[in-house]
Structure formats: C-alpha cells, structure tokens
C-alpha cells in the first residue's frame, strides 16, 4: 500500500545525498579558484619585483590616474581594448 511512497523517500533520499556531494564540490572549486588566483597574484607581483606595499600604492596611483576617467574595474572588463580596436583598423 506505501510502495509508492517508500520508493518516493528512497529517491528522494538519493536526490539529498547527491545534491551533499554536489554542495561540497562547488565549495572545493571555490577554494581551488580562489588559491589559484591568490597564487596567480603573487606570481605577478614576484615577477615584477614589487612588494605589496608598492603594490598597494600603485593601487592607489592608478585609482585617479587612469586614462579617461575609466575605474581600473571598467579598463580591466573593458572588451574594445586597444588591441582589439587595432586589429578591426587593418
């Protein structure tokens, strides 16, 4: 008589325990992209030989030195770069 809703809890059973697994990858990802970002970070700043003090005031240069008024966030997301629009002038 409660095959059918036996059958329901198992799956949905299932269901939870597969959405766990899924919750704790996307969390590892997380944490891998974060630390890759972290080192990708520190290998730039290691391969231009500035500490992060000097990293810190460059930061603040670039804030109000930027070209156009642009945020260093709108040059950085910015899709026509100037090698872009180079190339569509050839």
């Known amino acids: 008589m409660f095959e059918r809703l036996d059958r329901y809890k198992a799956e949905l059973a299932r269901a939870r325990q597969r959405k766990a697994e899924c919750d704790a990858r996307v969390r590892a990802l997380e944490k891998k992209c974060q630390e ?24 603040a240069y670039t804030q109000g030195n930027l070209p156009g008024d642009k945020s260093v966030g709108d040059i950085v997301n910015d899709k026509n770069t100037e090698e872009d629009i180079e190339d569509e002038e050839v």
């Open 36 to 59: 890759e970002e972290k080192t990708a970070v520190h290998e730039m700043m290691k391969a231009a030989d500035i500490t992060p003090e000097g990293l810190q005031k460059l930061i």
